[in-house]
């Protein structure tokens, strides 16, 4: 794991020009080995597949950086008996441990704690990521 890692850091800094990540990862790679639902990796690198549900497009920010330009609810956006669907779904895949939220702004949507507690009901871990 750990030299594959260091691949993935040496390909980057090639990418990106990064010339002091041989100090990075003397000071901080081993640190950064164990993160959320039981994977091993740094960041992305290593990290298990799992799902992201953009729930929401809106936003009450409006970020230069972002993608995401707020206003009203899109016409693809689930409604909560759909999103349960959505999660019952992929509950049943067992590859998949967590899932992670995501919008715009998760927080707007009224709905959010019920999904995330029914997501929670079905053994699948959550995480709600602001973009």
Known sequence: MV???LASIVFFSNLT???RWGS???KHSFKSLPVAAGAI???CIGFPNHPVYEITNRCNL???HC???GGDIKDNELDTKEAKKLIDGLAK???FRMLVFTGGEPLVREDLFEILRYSKSKG???YVKKK
């Open 67 to 69: 993608h995401t330009s």
């Open 17 to 19: 020009g990064w010339r």
């Open 62 to 64: 409006a970020c230069i």
């Open 124 to 126: 699948v871990l959550t």
């Open 3 to 5: 030299a594959r890692q």
């Open 41 to 43: 990796g740094m960041g």
């Open 93 to 95: 895949i067992k590859e």
């Open 24 to 26: 990075w990862f003397v």
